[in-house]
């Protein structure tokens, strides 16, 4: 009995060096805008980032490519900090000219799948989809298709058997017959990289937009008998490419409700989220509840058990394990810890820190304020530039005067300390520990601990001065 052949890649194939080369070089002149097409953004990311986040989870950084030409200065500044090269186009002839300009960078790998920065739903399980299929069969070329609804407008895959296939027409040159065919090419490939580049210059321009096309490159393979295949994915809204501002706001919409889902997959409630705003790189711990209308934006991360009331606004911020956040509050670049209080209506601006079990009430702002554990802002206040301990509370109405025209000071104030309503507290400034501020004060000195400080004018009661006033004004009328 023959032995039966392994299919398993073998240990030389498994070292096999991939590449994965995102194009990125495009003006993207039907969205109307002076920035680069990948650079405008859905789900709080470029849509170049949230490429580059699918190729990561395929490749490391040191085997990413991103083909720069529009703005190239632009593109390179937004998305470095992911840690991927760069290659220039500064003209741009195509996608195959696009492959031409960055052979010398990616011919020493084995494998090259080519990704489109303007197609930001691709999942990395798709990518090694394709990959598998173009390594396990040893293709030449694999070419990710799918089945959109309306086909109109995109090349077909006319299959050969199988996987094989045997060409991709464009849509112009489409039979009669050949219309029927709702199978699309979505423009994302895996190649061999020799057979590619040995192939690479044989591609012209003798089309209507006078382009170098890396589609032609299917039928040089089939030409000398090479492997060219296919892989349909079910999921045609993931090889989408943006084009309009219309189908801009349609990825993103279906990007933040796969977020959505995603969340609550793991452990998180959130009530209709179609209305609601949750950024991709946010996080929510489960038993988490987020109500409707709420943005999540940015790097934020919400704690376990933590309950995030409707139209607050909350971005690149920490907030903590069982935390309430009351409705309309808004918190930006913060951190707010177990237990907290907030809202509603407060104002959370960057670098506060709001303490373990502090309450900041209605109307209350802090502005670079750390808030002790315990403590309390309930009513109407502001603090700005503040270190306040715990279990302080602080009355309605009560500010912190932190600017004098060209400078910003500290107010400090100590643990236990009790300010009445009304108070104005004058930075530089330090109120002791265990002191007391009478309501309506205005404090410009230093307060020693345990005292009392009473800053403002004594009262002086007129008896019948109210009576005298308006009969005057009634005579005065005649």
Not at 290 to 296: K, R, Y
Not at 461 to 471: F, H, N, T, V
Request: proline fraction near 4%.
């Amino acid at each position: 009995m023959a032995k039966r052949k392994s299919t398993k890649p073998s240990r030389t194939e498994a070292r096999r060096r991939v590449a994965i080369a995102i194009m990125a070089a495009g003006k993207g002149t039907r969205l109307k805008s002076k920035n680069p097409k990948v650079l405008h953004r859905i789900g709080g990311m470029p849509l170049l980032q949230h490429v580059i986040a699918a190729a990561l989870q395929v490749v490391p950084a040191t085997d990413i490519y991103a083909i720069v030409g529009h703005e190239e200065g632009k593109v390179r500044e937004a998305v470095k900090h992911t840690g991927v090269n760069f290659i220039s186009q500064p003209e741009q002839r195509g996608t195959g000219h696009a492959m031409m300009v960055a052979e010398d960078a990616l011919k020493s790998h084995d494998e090259l799948v080519v990704l489109s920065g303007d197609v930001p739903l691709i999942r990395p399980e798709t990518i090694k989809r394709l990959l598998d299929l173009h390594q396990g069969k040893r293709a030449a070329m694999t070419i990710l298709t799918t089945e959109p609804s309306d086909p109109s407008g995109y090349g077909r895959i006319i299959r050969k058997s199988g996987d094989v296939v045997a060409a991709i027409v464009e849509q112009k040159a489409l039979s009669p017959k050949q219309q029927k065919l709702k199978e699309i090419n979505s423009g994302i490939y895996a190649f061999s990289a020799p057979e590619l580049f040995l192939r690479l210059h044989k591609l012209t321009t003798e089309n209507a937009h006078r382009e170098f096309y890396l589609t032609d490159i299917a039928s040089l393979l089939t030409k000398d008998k090479k492997k060219v295949l296919g892989l349909r994915t079910t999921d045609a809204d993931e090889v989408l490419g943006v084009n309009t501002r219309a189908e801009l706001s349609q990825l993103d919409a279906q990007l933040r409700l796969r977020k959505s889902a995603e969340l609550m997959r793991e452990g998180a409630t959130i009530f209709y989220p179609e209305t609601c705003v949750i950024d991709s790189d946010v996080t929510v711990a489960p038993d988490a509840t987020i109500e409707p209308f709420v943005q999540l934006l940015g790097k934020t991360n919400v704690g376990e058990g933590t309950r995030i009331s409707s139209y607050s606004v909350i971005t690149d911020s920490q907030i903590g394990r069982d935390v309430t956040v009351r409705p309309g509050c808004i918190i930006t670049e913060s951190r707010i810890e177990d237990g907290a209080i907030i809202g509603p209506c407060a104002h959370i601006r960057p670098g506060s820190d709001i303490g373990e079990n502090a309450h900041v009430g209605n109307f209350v702002e802090t502005k670079k304020t750390k808030l002790g554990k315990g403590s309390k802002a309930n009513h109407l206040s502001y603090l700005g530039d503040s270190e306040i301990g715990e279990g302080v509370n602080v009355g309605a109405g009560t500010i912190t005067c932190n600017y004098d025209g060209v400078a910003k000071h500290q107010t400090k104030i100590e643990d236990g300390v009790f300010v009445g309503s009304d108070s104005t507290l004058v930075a530089p400034l330090t109120i002791g520990k265990g002191a007391y501020v009478g309501a309506g004060s205005t404090v410009t000195e230093d307060v020693p601990a345990d005292s009392l400080v009473i800053g403002r004018a004594r009262q002086e009661i007129k008896p019948g001065w109210a009576k005298a006033r308006r009969e005057k004004q009634r005579s005065a009328a005649k």
